[in-house]
């Protein structure tokens, strides 16, 4: 979603009076002005300028060239299929960082790698051959080469 | 001479140069596929360097960046798709020429003259950077603060997009820098009760979200196939200096304005190519050619891209303000491997730097041979179907950002830079100023708090020291550019009507 200079203005400057805000809550070194609060005050700041020039040129040129909507919804938006893959690819990497620990690196990846391949158009074969090769390459790499510690499942035996 | 044999003796082992090899082949592979951009490859490896000695490390990254800002080019010229954002100041140029059947020609002038500017470039890196480093030993908190202003505003400004947007970026990157335990008084700043966030955003997995998640969001969202291009036919590299002949002005100066903008902090590849290109186009004898299959275009702005490539460290070391958001990530992997770029290093470790003067020129030696393999395997590479290339890159991003503290904390740190990269591309919001804040934002504090500290808060004393004042005007000017051009395009409209 595209939002307009307007809204993306205001967005921001709301942003930056928040980091404003909060720079009251920190404190300055003994004896000086300057401390933790002294850098929160400047980007709260930078913030609150930038979104105002934001806001400032969304209005002129709502004046020169006419209203522009305040969010452009794109057309990855009004497609559900682009939505739900989206909605997916983001779910099966917290669904990762879930189920890896008890179910080990190894399916994980392969569980988390298999359904974009087939949402992509890839056949069953070539996705199952091409996500198992890469969690083993991956296995192989980070957790034999690397000595990470990745998360161990049944799968996890020998040299995997 | 004792120390360039041990720099020496730093890179000449097998396991650095394989390393490198390796590096090489994964960074053509990256810039040879459209979509996948310089950054990504470099980001995508410094979870691999995390676990390397200092100059393999540092070899991996300046290995596979000039390999893959070179391979940019090829699906540039086949198919109309640059493969990092480099090399689209000249994609039409090369794809007319490769319509015309001289792809052979167009992908040899990419490759001989990405080494020619990679090679000018690397000379001034080694002749520069000592001498620059002796003057920086003289900086004190003032210069440091003002050179990273200059960094910052230059990455700002000169990024694709509007600045009021670049410094939309430069906010988040420094709002993100405040998080952790890093600050004056060492309280827990914007934690939020997170153990995790104690000692900040982790750079790395924040890196990779940015530049490589969304990349496969956008993919997903956005979903393209690659068309199947033709092979490369004919001599690739053998004509090439028949066109330096006809062109020497061309690549000296395309190589000498990269060069210059690769030292500049905070700008990098891309914009080099685009101002060589329009110098290029300025200068020609020929203007009208330039879009429509000139080589000289493509001569001038490929030097200058492979050139800023090396220059773009002069900052990163001697300083440690990088040059762009590559060497930003890899000042990044610096600071972890324990050494603190800026002139000291040339004291302390003089032996890694000249290690990695070596691996340059290396790289540069490398770019020949497998450069010209991967023009001859281009129509196999383009081929790999992005569909299947995604979900790998997903995981990559998975294992590498879990890599870092070996904790799920990395994945989700990535995630959401990934989730924000996106929204902020949809909403045309360069994605190099948040790096270059996150990387700056402790150093921009430290200088500027330590200053004001030693000049009882008088701002004036920013301007009483001379380098510091010369580079405060200069950031200044910097700063006044978007509005000066504002009001100069107001004036010429009005005189126009």
């Avoid at chain 2, 009021?164 to 009760?193: D, H, K, S, W």
């Amino acid at each position: 979603m595209k939002l307009n200079d307007i809204a993306l203005g205001l967005l921001v400057f709301l942003a930056g009076l928040a980091v404003f805000a909060s720079s009251w809550g920190y404190s300055t070194l003994p004896n000086q002005s300057y401390g933790a609060n002294t850098m929160p005050l400047a980007v709260g700041m930078l913030g609150m300028v930038t979104g105002l020039a934001l806001g400032v040129q969304g209005v002129v040129q709502r004046r020169t060239i006419g209203p522009v909507p305040w969010a452009q919804v794109q057309r990855w938006l009004r497609s559900p299929r682009h939505v739900l893959s989206l909605v997916l690819l983001m779910g099966l990497g917290v669904a990762y960082i879930l189920v890896a620990p008890v179910i080990g690196f190894l399916l994980a990846a392969f569980l988390v790698m298999l359904p974009l391949m087939r949402l992509g158009g890839t056949t069953w074969l070539n996705a199952i051959i091409v996500s198992a090769l890469t969690a083993v390459i991956l296995q192989l790499i980070f957790g034999r080469l690397l000595m990470v510690p990745l998360p161990r499942g049944p799968l996890s035996f020998g040299w995997l | 001479m004792q120390v360039l044999m041990d720099a020496f003796g730093h890179v000449f082992q097998w396991h650095v140069l394989l390393v490198i090899v390796l590096a090489a082949a994964f960074g053509m592979l990256v810039g040879a596929i459209p979509g996948l951009t310089a950054t990504m490859a470099t980001s995508l490896l410094v979870p691999l360097t995390f676990f390397m000695d200092p100059v393999p490390a540092v070899a991996t990254i300046v290995t596979a960046t000039a390999m893959a800002i070179f391979a940019g080019d090829i699906p540039g010229a086949l198919l109309r798709i640059p493969g990092t954002p480099s090399s689209a100041a000249y994609v039409d140029d090369s794809y007319i020429l490769s319509r015309q059947g001289r792809a052979n020609d167009a992908l040899g002038a990419s490759l001989f003259f990405s080494v020619l500017g990679g090679t000018i470039g690397t000379i001034v890196l080694v002749v520069s950077a000592p001498q620059l480093a002796e003057i920086a030993l003289n900086f004190t908190s003032f210069e440091y603060f003002w050179l990273v202003m200059l960094g910052l505003f230059c990455a700002t400004f000169v990024s694709p997009g509007t600045p009021t947007r670049g410094l939309i970026a430069l906010f988040l990157g420094l709002g993100f820098a405040m998080v952790g335990q890093t600050n004056p008084t060492g309280e827990p700043r914007y934690t939020f009760g997170s153990i995790e966030l104690m000692a900040g955003i982790q750079f790395i997995p924040a890196m990779i979200g940015l530049f490589a998640m969304s990349e496969v969001m956008r993919f997903y969202a956005h979903p393209f196939q690659n068309q199947k291009p033709a092979g490369v036919k004919g001599p690739i590299l053998r004509q090439q200096f028949g066109v330096l002949r006809r062109y020497p002005v061309q690549a000296l100066r395309g190589s000498a304005v990269g060069t210059a903008i690769g030292i500049l902090p905070g700008a990098g590849a891309d914009i080099a190519a685009w101002i060589s290109y329009a110098v290029s186009k300025r200068f020609s004898r020929k203007p009208k050619e330039f879009g429509k299959g000139s080589i000289e275009g493509l001569v001038e702005a490929g030097s200058a891209n492979n050139a800023s490539v090396s220059a773009s460290w002069v900052p990163a070391l001697v300083f440690g303000i990088p040059g762009d958001s590559i060497t930003a990530i890899a000042i990044g992997v610096l600071y972890i491997k324990g050494i603190n770029p800026g002139p000291t290093i040339f004291l302390t470790q003089p032996d890694i730097i000249y290690a990695v003067f070596i691996v340059f020129f290396l790289a540069l030696l490398l770019m020949l041979p497998l450069g010209w393999i991967t023009i001859r395997a281009a129509g196999l590479l383009l081929a790999i179907p992005p569909r299947v290339l995604m979900p790998i890159i997903l995981m990559c991003c998975v294992t590498g950002a879990y890599a870092i503290n070996n904790s799920a904390a990395g994945i989700l740190i990535m995630l959401c830079f990934g989730v924000l990269g996106f929204i902020m591309a949809e909403n045309d919001i360069p994605v190099a100023p948040v790096i270059l804040g996150l990387v700056l934002g402790p150093m921009l504090e430290e200088n500027f708090v330590n200053s004001m500290i030693k000049a009882n808060g008088n701002f004036g004393a920013f301007f009483e020291r001379p380098i510091s004042a010369a580079l405060g005007v200069f950031t200044i000017a910097v700063l006044l550019m978007p509005i000066i051009r504002l009001i100069m395009r107001k004036q010429r409209i009005k005189s126009e009507s």
